[in-house]
């Protein structure tokens, strides 16, 4: 039985030495560099407003990675812990300037410099702090500061500065229970850049708040451009275009061995047809190759009028606005995978710093070689056992 469990010792501990030193990407152990550390926690500490000097600090984790394949990412994180809370805080850079503050694992209210009576005061603060810290982007956060204080306090509010091209929301929800049954009140204060009505919901300034507290705050208003304004593409001439290249469209159907071009469909009519600057995520697919280069694009969804091979019921086609170009043409399928929407086009869901996909290949990996191990250890045990009720087969 000892020589049962040394085994099964020795190769679970192998296996975990194998992920340790194979699998886990280099990047996640390097030092954050000093000017990153020192920046991200001057934020923290003179815009976030935490009162540092009260917690105990350790540096958490520190990586680098490409954004959407055309900068670079690094991601630094520190741990604040006291008697009286705890809360983890992960500060996202592209090349070199802060785009994405996330605040996590709040345990009791975080110590801060200064109370402030409801989430407007603070935003108006905050973005003061702001502007301090990020001399680069006052020309915008001054903008910004004079719309939030044309609304009033505590109600939500929409309202457009067409002259500034912003278009500002702030929503609050009180008293809810979410899906733990906890309570909750929630406010988002957005700034999102709008031209002539179109919105780029990429290039915008969000700070989300969660019971009163900063959950995180985001600025892209800096790291999207506009490449064209230009909109020469009507609706109505956008649901023509559609319409048109829908008839020559065609997919593919795997039947077994067999492979069936759909050809013949009816189209019934357009159950959507939206107008924003955007772009896709994709560096290939990027127009101009850029991701971060936004143009004003038509979404319009033709759909059939039944379901045909493949689940598929619609066509999602996307006409550049500027040039009436058809751009791309997806199959919307039935109870499938809904198509990836391009740079900014989630219908009010903001993108979030991006999967790595070396830990998403880790944890599968992870995944695999515990299975692995599970099956090769039942294996072990099972022969040892049996070798143990066998005495002729020790001869």
């Not at 296996?15 to 390097?30: R, T």
């Not at 502007?131 to 910004?144: G, S």
């Not at 719309?147 to 929409?158: C, F, K, W, Y």
């Not at 929800?173 to 999102?192: G, I, P, Q, V």
């Amino acid at each position: 039985m000892l020589a049962i469990k040394r085994d099964v010792a020795v190769l679970f501990l192998g296996s975990l030495l194998i992920v340790s030193l194979v699998y886990i990407p280099k990047a996640y152990s390097q030092e954050a560099p000093k000017e990153m550390f020192d920046e991200a926690f001057a934020f923290v500490k003179d815009v976030f407003g935490l009162d540092v000097a009260s917690y105990d600090v350790r540096l958490g984790s520190y990586f680098q990675r490409d954004f959407l394949g055309v900068l670079q990412e690094e991601s630094v994180s520190f741990v604040f812990e006291s008697n009286e809370s705890r809360l983890e805080i992960i500060c996202n850079f592209v090349d070199n300037n802060l785009y994405w503050v996330s605040i996590l694992g709040r345990q009791g209210p975080p110590r801060m410099t200064k109370v402030f009576s409801n989430e407007h005061e603070y935003v108006r603060e905050f973005l003061g702090r702001y502007i301090a810290y990020h001399e680069a982007a006052k020309a915008y956060l001054e903008i910004f500061r004079e719309i939030l204080d044309s609304v009033e306090v505590g109600r939500n509010a929409t309202k457009v500065s067409e002259q500034d091209c912003v278009k500002f929301r702030v929503h609050y929800e009180r008293e809810y229970n979410d899906l733990l049954k906890c309570t909750m009140n929630t406010a988002r204060f957005e700034w999102t850049y709008i031209f002539n009505g179109v919105e780029a919901p990429s290039k915008t300034v969000i700070l989300d708040f969660e019971n009163g507290t900063l959950k995180f705050f985001v600025d892209k208003w800096d790291l999207y451009q506009i490449g064209s304004c230009d909109i020469r593409v009507s609706k109505e001439e956008a649901i023509e275009i559609a319409k048109k290249a829908a008839e020559g469209y065609s997919w593919q159907v795997n039947y077994g061995d067999k492979v069936v071009n759909v050809t013949e469909f009816n189209v019934k009519g357009v159950s959507k047809t939206e107008l924003h600057f955007g772009n896709y995520i994709s560096k290939s697919e990027a127009r101009g190759g850029s991701p971060l280069i936004l143009y004003p694009i038509w979404d319009v969804i033709v759909y059939f009028d039944k379901v045909y091979p493949g689940d598929v019921y619609g066509l999602w086609i996307k006409i550049w606005a500027d040039t009436g170009e058809v751009s791309k043409i997806t199959p919307m399928m039935w109870m499938g995978d809904h198509p990836l929407p391009e740079n900014g086009a989630n219908d009010g869901e903001h993108d979030v710093p991006q999967v790595d996909n070396r830990m998403q290949t880790l944890l599968i990996t992870c995944i695999a070689l515990i299975s692995v191990i599970i099956v090769l250890t039942v294996a072990l045990v099972y022969s040892r056992y049996k070798r143990a009720r066998n005495p002729c087969s020790q001869k």
